[in-house]
């Protein structure tokens, strides 16, 4: 298990938001649990110092690429870009020192898996810089892929096939929990345990760590072979749980597995 860090952006500024508040509905606002002056450059230099490789910056809506630009020039090679991906823009993310792009609405466009989008935005940057994003919400006992930042519903459960069909068209998943997206109240353990399940390839989790008991459960339920991403609940993010002891904390269960 590795810890990946990220860098939310929104409006152009570093904030963490509850995944769940975001709309585009006119004069609705993200709930949201932290925003600083702080620029973006300045987490990717602490997450490049500590050598966390592989973390993500996330443009939440418009007015972000400046911002983005900035955290991928600070550390080239060691954060991956998601947010308005499409086979015409992802090449100057690439250029600008990103390692991978995420994309999750240009493939899951009308609900479905588009596959001329999947093969258009993989020849765009080739299968091993492509990372999927698969973030989801549960309903009728299953998780289902959503779209446009959280708030579309689409008809793919997350399920082996669906897993086992995109690997081969991507290097990685990332996975947000998005009913839990940044409410620090714990992690969706069955999530957890679907994904060290049925993911082929790195598949990464983010959605309620609030403690290193939460990522001890991470470690147990993905069977040591789900990497994690804590936002909200880091000081660096204000919030209580301390970025310094996490480091330390997952490097001591990196490329180990769990006894479950």
Request: proline content about 3%; glycine content about 12%; overall charge negative.
């Amino acid at each position: 298990m590795k810890f990946r860090p990220c860098i939310d952006l929104h409006d152009g500024r570093v904030k963490q938001i509850v995944g769940g508040s975001l709309s585009d509905e006119a004069g609705s606002a993200p709930q949201t649990n932290f925003d600083t002056d702080l620029p973006s450059s300045h987490f990717a230099s602490l997450y490049k110092r500590d050598g966390l490789s592989g973390g993500h910056v996330i443009m939440l809506g418009g007015g972000n690429e400046d911002a983005a630009l900035e955290a991928l020039s600070e550390y080239p090679g060691g954060l991956q870009i998601g947010g308005g991906i499409r086979p015409e823009n992802a090449a100057q993310y690439l250029d600008a020192g990103a390692s991978h792009v995420i994309v999750t609405s240009f493939v899951f466009s009308g609900g479905r898996i588009n596959r001329e989008n999947l093969e258009a935005i993989k020849k765009a940057v080739g299968r091993k810089r492509l990372v999927l994003d698969l973030s989801c919400r549960k309903r009728d006992n299953e998780y289902f892929v959503m779209t446009d930042r959280w708030q579309h519903w689409t008809d793919e459960p997350l399920r082996a096939a669906l897993f086992d069909e995109l690997a081969s068209h991507c290097d990685e998943f990332l996975v947000h929990a998005a009913d839990v997206e940044g409410k620090m109240g714990g992690i969706d353990s069955e999530l957890v345990a679907l994904l060290g399940e049925c993911s082929p390839i790195p598949v990464t989790y983010a959605g309620g760590v609030s403690s290193l008991d939460d990522l001890r459960e991470v470690h147990l339920y993905g069977g040591g072979c789900v990497d994690i991403t804590v936002g909200s609940a880091l000081d660096i993010f204000g919030g209580n749980l301390k970025y310094d002891e996490v480091v330390t904390f997952v490097k001591t269960l990196d490329d180990t597995r769990a006894d479950v």
